[in-house]
């Protein structure tokens, strides 16, 4: 009966010796305490609300770092174009020089043309994350014109009306658009802007095609052709100081070619070719009549690419249980042709390079402007930085005392548990030991006495 007992007893302690020095390994193994909610449920729940704010912490330095790389392209492309404006300035210098002939101002002022179209060619190519931050929101895109390959399809003839509207919106960074028109005898006339009012080539407002649509002068084509609905912004007012009527010309970075109107020498055909263009353009043909016309393109800009998105982009410097996330905005710096009021300027004569370095001037000081603000929102996001890093620091070391194993503590405890769990063993064996001795010594004595 003792020895029944006494091995029960064996059994439930040797159970309860097996879990401690189970669960012992087991925290050593995983460097955990809880390794489950039975092991501390409270501790459970607030390790888990750690574990959150931890990786919220890591994946807002991930943003911030994003932002940072957002900020230094646009801050790149800004550098390339103030060194631009500055080699524009010293053209202009040069050519308010008395001592320069026609010939070597109209040197200069090809060099100048050129950098006027790399300077708007850095505006419309500085892309980061899928966004354009040196162009406005405005100069990308038309809501109420169609492109010119929603219009037409590539290299077929077809007919169309024509009126006072806008047919075809053409972006920028689009190569070798060519448009032949056959007005039917009615005298329709192709006709490009900038979607600012800028008129490029077409023919002037004096025409009989503006005319007969009620325009003659730029009042009345400000009320009521240059509207949002034909693709033109809201402060649109007419220009024509460069408006090619014939011929080829490097428009503030549109390189165009124009037949011109050719219908009073009884050429019904009108033929336009836009090898490239550096900004937005839209296409109208003016008239009352009725016209056959092929658009062709080798490309078109944004095409088969990516749509960008519009609007300032806003990083995520703190996001709090509670409190909520805060932003770091970084708004948009458009620093294109028109934006730093560039478009038109030439080197042609003094009075045109004095107007031309006066502009300069002022694109400069834009410029300047806007790689500050970059440089400030760089600043701030790195401080964003450096302060999530404390904050990261001090909730992973709470996270820490809550859920890490006390390695001391632990081994402690184990070999405790293998030592207690050895003299059991040791103690069964001897008992068992005793137990056999005890029943041979009844069974002799049973023998003996049968």
């Known amino acids: 009966m003792l020895s029944v007992t006494g091995n029960y007893q064996s059994l439930g ?37 750690l574990a959150s704010e931890k990786r919220a912490y890591t994946q807002l330095n991930r943003n911030l770092n994003d932002g940072i790389s957002y900020a230094q392209i646009a801050e790149g492309g800004l550098q390339e174009s103030a060194a631009i ?8 210098i040069q050519s308010q ?67 006072l509207r806008s047919i075809a919106y053409i972006p920028a960074g689009s190569t070798n658009i060519q448009i032949n028109l056959n007005d039917n005898g009615a005298n329709d006339d192709i006709q490009v802007f900038t979607v600012d009012g800028k008129h490029l080539a077409g023919t002037p407002l004096s025409a009989g095609t503006w005319n007969s649509n009620g325009i003659s002068n730029s009042t009345s084509i400000e009320s009521t052709f240059f509207l949002p609905t034909n693709g033109y912004e809201p402060t649109a007012s007419y220009d024509d100081s460069n408006l090619l009527t014939i011929g080829s010309a490097t428009i503030d970075g549109n390189s165009i070619s124009f037949t011109g109107d050719q219908n009073a020498s009884g050429n019904l055909n009108e033929t336009l070719t836009i090898a490239s263009n550096a900004q937005p353009l839209i296409i109208s043909v003016i008239g009352s009549g009725a016209f056959n016309v092929t658009a062709s393109w080798t490309s078109l800009g944004n095409e088969g690419g990516p749509t960008f998105t519009l609007g300032p982009v806003d990083i995520t410097a703190t996001n709090q249980l509670g409190v909520g996330t805060d932003f770091i905005e970084l708004t948009k710096t458009p620093a ?24 300069i001037d002022s694109a400069l000081q834009s410029v300047s402007e806007s790689r500050a603000f970059y440089g400030a929102k760089i600043n701030q996001m790195a401080s964003a930085i450096r302060n999530n890093a404390i904050g990261f620091e001090n909730i992973s070391r709470a996270h820490s005392q809550i859920t890490d194993a006390d390695f001391a503590s632990e081994t402690a405890l184990l070999t405790q548990a293998q030592i207690v769990e050895q003299a059991s063993i040791s103690v069964r064996a001897q008992a068992k030991s ?15 006495s049968a």
């Open 97 to 163: 020089n008395g001592i320069n002939s026609v010939s070597d101002r109209a040197a200069l002022d090809k060099e100048f043309q050129q950098l006027k179209n790399a300077l708007n060619g850095i505006a419309y190519n500085t892309d980061a994350f899928n966004r354009l931050p040196l162009v406005d929101d405005s100069d990308l895109l038309s809501a109420n014109v169609p492109s010119i390959s929603d219009t037409f399809t590539n290299g077929v003839n077809q007919s169309m009306t024509s009126g």
């Open 336 to 359: 294109t042709l028109t934006d730093l009021g560039l478009d038109g300027t030439s080197l042609q004569n003094e009075s045109d390079a004095e107007s031309a370095l006066e502009r």
């Open 434 to 448: 005793s137990d056999e001795q005890v029943l041979g010594l009844l069974n002799d004595t049973v023998n003996q």
């Open 13 to 49: 302690l040797s159970t309860l010796q097996n879990t401690a020095l189970s669960t012992r390994l087991e925290r050593l193994s995983s460097g955990l305490r809880i390794n489950s909610a039975a092991d501390d449920s409270a501790g459970l729940q607030i390790s888990n609300r």
């Open 85 to 92: 404006l500055q080699r524009m300035r010293q053209l202009a």
